[in-house]
């Protein structure tokens, strides 16, 4: 059974200062992986994917993630964070298997604080 | 853009009373999920439906069940709700690739005392 660890449940950073928010997965298979947020009183967004291809996937708003096989992790940088990126963030996982479903495991997820 | 929609954003039900929660979505897609959100817990599946009258359970289905009558509608149903079903409830939408993303509603926030 897949799962997925977000070790840090919050991180605070100051405004134009990088951050790095953890992932790690566990699974047997091939894998897809992605990253959601969570703005208050908001349902969840895709922020960006992995399927195949380039291990480095990026955002339109800047934040980019590197896929390691090796490491089974999936960790998500940004080099300058906003004020307008606080928010929940959300590491998940699909097993990728064809059939009915489709379904994606979820980590428990990293409050991400920007500070003035 | 795909939308998903959910019934109510909050509610507040009593102890004992039936809870109906429904979910639409309007870009034909085959999947839909019932998650709940609680705080250092992440979201749990508790039921998905991959085709109209199908329905699988997640990981914690104890207490809920569901219906899925038309491909667009999803509700899930709290049969007699106790305090520890308060929770935000979000249903999701995507299509039957296993490549494809999940859609997400606005949340129901339930309160149940």
């Known amino acids: 059974a897949q799962s997925v660890t977000q070790l840090d449940s919050q991180v605070p950073v100051f405004e134009e200062a990088p951050v790095e928010l953890r992932c790690n997965y566990s699974?047997?298979?091939?894998?897809?992986l992605f990253w959601y947020v969570q703005y208050p009183n908001q349902g969840l967004q895709l922020l960006l994917k992995?399927?195949?291809?380039?291990?480095l996937v990026e955002s339109i708003n800047g934040f980019e993630a590197e896929f390691n096989k090796s490491q089974t992790s999936f960790h998500l940088r940004k080099p300058s964070v906003h004020i307008s990126d606080t928010a929940e963030y959300f590491c998940a996982v699909s097993e990728g298997l064809t059939g009915g479903g489709n379904k994606l495991t979820f980590g428990t997820g990293t409050q991400l604080k920007v500070e003035l | 853009d795909v939308k998903v929609t959910q019934s109510s954003r909050y509610l507040v039900k009593r102890t004992g009373e039936k809870v109906f929660l429904e979910c639409v979505q309007d870009?034909?897609?085959?999947?839909m999920f019932w998650y709940r959100q609680d705080p250092g817990l992440g979201l749990r599946l508790i039921y998905f439906s991959y085709d109209v009258k199908m329905k699988e359970k997640g990981d914690i289905p104890e207490g809920y069940s569901v219906s899925r009558e038309k491909k667009e509608r999803f509700s899930l149903i709290l049969e007699s709700a106790s305090t520890n079903q308060t929770s935000m409830y979000l249903c999701?939408?995507?299509?039957?690739?296993?490549?494809?993303?999940?859609?997400f509603g606005p949340g129901t926030r339930l309160t149940v005392t």
């Open positions: 699974s047997s298979v091939s894998v897809y």
């Open positions: 999701a939408s995507s299509l039957g690739t296993p490549s494809y993303e999940q859609y």
């Open positions: 870009m034909d897609h085959e999947n």
């Open positions: 992995y399927l195949s291809g380039s291990t």
